[in-house]
Structures are given as C-alpha cells and as structure tokens.
C-alpha cells in the first residue's frame, strides 16, 4: 500500500524535475540549430517514425495544429526537414527528416547523455542502471494509465 505523503513526495520531486527540465535545456551544448528547442522535438518522432502530416505530428505531440505547423515551418527554413507529397493523398504534404535534421538530433541527444553523464558522475554504474530501469518503468506506469484515462485532458505543450 502506498503511503499518501511518500506519493505526495514523489509529486513534489516530479514538479521539480519538469522546473529542471527548462534549465536542463538551456545548458545543452548543441550550438544553433537554426530552431526554437520545442520545434527541434519535432525530428525525433520524424526520424523514427518516417514521413507524416501536420496533423499526425499533432496528435503525437498533442498540441495545437497551428503550434505544429508554425515549428515545422521553422525546420523547414533550416533545412532540418522538408515537405513532399503525401502519397496517399497528392493534394496534401508530409514532413520528411532531411540529412541534417538527421544530424541536429545526434547532437541534441549527444548534449543530453554528456550533461547527464556530468551530473551522474559520483553515482557508482550499478545505481545509475537500477534508476534508469526504475525510471523506464515508471515512465511506462504514467503512459499507461494516461492512456487508459478518457477524461485525462489533453495535455498542451509550453
């Protein structure tokens, strides 16, 4: 049984870690990549999910279409990614990762496994190991019951 004032703790640390998250990025290494960071997100679900629409990137994201299309507007100036038709449907366009936004997503997680690895240098490897599989599971745990949840509003982006 979980005690109330441990799971009111770990609300608490959780609220700090997404203040920390803000901070997190700021202090990543990744030089201009020619786009604001919540438009750079947008790379990695092209990348490992191929070509999409707008609208598919959305509900990924769940966040506004015009948010999405005004981020993907600024990939596309960068030439960290490009439009070309939908297959489907020849009227529409989808996104594609280019070469470069390839690239800028090395980067970005390159700059997040250094910063962590720098932050996490006096934890001994076995610790840092049970965290991470505690931290997966928990991730899962939130996934799931979100999913599960229909009256769980949708959450906005910032």
Known sequence: MHHDH????????????????TRFRGMLKVGDLG???????????????????????????????????????????????RREADPVDGRASRLAVTE?????????RDARVALLASA???WPADRVAVFTD??????????????LDPTAPPRENP
């Open 6 to 21: 441990d799971t009111g703790q770990l609300a608490d640390e959780i609220a700090r870690f997404i203040r920390l998250g």
């Open 35 to 81: 786009a604001e960071f919540s438009a750079l997100m947008l790379l990695r679900p092209l990348r490992e999910q191929g070509p999409m629409r707008v609208t598919d990137l959305a509900e990924i994201k769940q966040a506004d279409p015009s948010t999405i299309s005004r981020q993907v507007a600024q990939l596309v100036k960068a030439g960290l990614a």
């Open 100 to 108: 470069s936004g390839v690239a800028a997503c090395d980067r970005l």
């Open 120 to 122: 996490l240098h006096e």
């Open 134 to 147: 505690m931290f997966e599971e928990f991730n899962s745990l939130i996934e799931t019951h979100l999913r």
